[in-house]
Nanobody, 125 residues
Framework: QVQLVESGGGLVQTGGSLRLSCAASGRLFISYTMGWFRQAPGKERDVVAA???????YYGDSVKGRFTVSRDNAKNTVWLQMNSLKPEDTAIYYCAAASGPLGGGWYRKRLYDYWGQGTQVTVSS
């Protein structure tokens, strides 16, 4: 069982930055693919980014060049650095963990086994 706890959300102006953190419990963190998803009101939960155990990173089209995902396996932590934020980035952001490599399926939320409770990000215009 893995528990995920997100932090770092908040209110920021357009063009600003935020850094989300996700702390994971468990001894097998290094083997997990970690993902970030977001859900805006009335919309589906969509992938933002993912990172494999060895640091290979993947991004949704809407955040490429603005967001960066990273992890520290020794600290059981994954981060999402969000720059040049836009109002359309407003959503609840969720951290997720998949038990193993996902390869080309990194964006499929149904492949993730564990989810955090989410943290609200609001970007004002």
């Amino acid at each position: 069982q893995v528990q995920l706890v997100e932090s770092g959300g908040g209110l920021v102006q357009t063009g600003g930055s935020l850094r989300l953190s996700c702390a994971a419990s468990g001894r097998l963190f290094i083997s997990y693919t970690m993902g970030w998803f977001r859900q805006a009101p009335g919309k589906e939960r969509d992938v933002v980014a993912a990172i494999s155990w060895n640091g290979d990173s993947y991004y949704g089209d809407s955040v490429k060049g603005r967001f960066t995902v990273s992890r520290d396996n020794a600290k059981n932590t994954v981060w999402l650095q969000m720059n040049s934020l836009k109002p359309e980035d407003t959503a609840i952001y969720y951290c997720a963990a998949a038990s193993g490599p996902l390869g080309g399926g990194w964006y499929r939320k149904r492949l993730y086994d564990y989810w955090g409770q989410g943290t609200q990000v609001t970007v004002s215009s």
